[in-house]
């Protein structure tokens, strides 16, 4: 059973920054880890993945601005997110995809970027 725990999202002014931890644990291989979001009357979309090699991957509205990092020994994925703006503002969700193909997702974590 793999679990994600998510932390480090919050309320913070446009132009400030905030940054996401995700643990995963488990007897797993990790290949993927990423990022999405879901903002309130939106689909959820890919922020920022991360193979196992540091091969990364950025939607364009956050490139520039928000930078993804992981630790293969300790399965943990991070997101830094810099001059956040207000259509920031969604739910943040910690993703694994392991070797066999199948998805985890962690809980959700609330960013709020005030104007």
């Known amino acids: 059973q793999v679990q994600l725990v998510e932390s480090g999202g919050g309320l913070v002014q446009a132009g400030g920054s905030l940054r996401l931890s995700c643990a995963a644990s488990?007897?797993?291989?990790?290949?993927?880890m990423g990022w999405y979001r879901r903002a309130p009357g939106k689909q959820r979309e890919l922020v920022a993945q991360?193979?196992?090699?540091?091969?990364?991957n950025y939607a364009d509205s956050v490139k520039g601005r928000f930078t993804i990092s992981r630790d293969n020994a300790k399965n943990t994925v991070n997101l830094q997110m810099n001059s956040l703006k207000p259509e920031d503002t969604a739910v943040y969700y910690c993703s694994v995809r392991i070797l066999n193909g199948a998805y985890y997702w962690g809980q959700g974590t609330q960013v709020t970027v005030s104007s």
């Open positions: 991360i193979s196992s090699g540091g091969s990364t």
């Open positions: 488990g007897s797993i291989l990790i290949n993927l």
